[in-house]
């Protein structure tokens, strides 16, 4: 059974920074493309960042600058450094896996960030 598990979310300022991470298990990590989404009330879920097996990331356009997915193989964990964070950050951040040769088929149960102007 694949587990992802979310965590650092919270309450923070504009300007502040928060680090997300995500445990998972489970699944074959090293080989498995990693991607954090996020959904804003009333909006589609979208992707923020996602880094691949072989450590290769891409991010959305408007938060490249701001963003910084990362992973430790070891840790069988992805983080997401968010800094500057901004009120249209506000949204629930989800953790997900794509395993070798799949879609991002496997979903954490979401961690709530607010940014509060």
């Known amino acids: 059974q694949v587990l992802l598990v979310e965590s650092g979310g919270g309450l923070v300022q504009a300007g502040d920074s928060l680090r997300l991470a995500c445990a998972a298990s489970g699944l074959t990590f090293s080989t498995s493309a990693l991607g954090w989404f996020r959904q804003a009330p009333g909006k589609k879920r979208e992707l923020v960042a996602s880094i691949s097996s072989d450590f290769s990331t891409s991010y959305a356009d408007s938060l490249k600058d701001r963003f910084t997915i990362s992973r430790d193989n070891v840790k069988r964990a992805v983080y997401l450094q968010m800094n500057s964070l901004q009120p249209v950050d506000t949204a629930v951040y989800y953790c997900?896996?794509?395993?070798?040769?799949?879609?991002?088929?496997?979903w954490g149960q979401g961690t709530q960030v607010t940014v509060s102007s």
């Open positions: 997900s896996a794509a395993p070798a040769g799949q879609a991002y088929d496997y």
